[in-house]
């Protein structure tokens, strides 16, 4: 299984290397793929989740934990303000009246 490896590591390599520098590439992959043990599921499931959720901070993204009903009645309310807005510039009041 080494040698699979160390093949598919040395695909990548440059071709302009020379077989000294191939060589100890090729061994520090392979001595890095074999002695570097993986993290432990739970780690890696708790950082995953930190990350995530320092992600979402940072670009102000708060899950918002509402309601169909509380949805459908906020989108209700704006479509009806957006209505008002243009009746009333339609009857030539307010600040999108035509001139």
Do not use: W
């Amino acid at each position: 299984m080494t040698a699979h490896r160390r093949s598919d590591i040395g695909r990548d390599l440059p071709s302009d290397l020379g077989d000294r520098e191939r060589e100890e590439i090729l061994g520090i992959a392979t001595r890095l793929e074999e002695d570097s043990p993986a993290p432990s599921l739970f780690f890696r499931s708790d950082l995953r989740r930190r990350l995530l959720d320092a992600g979402q901070a940072e670009r102000g993204l708060v899950p918002l934990k509402i309601g169909a009903g509380s949805l459908a009645a906020s989108c209700f309310a704006t479509g009806l303000l957006l209505l008002v807005v243009s009746a009333v510039g339609l009857a030539g009041i307010g600040p999108f009246a035509a001139s």
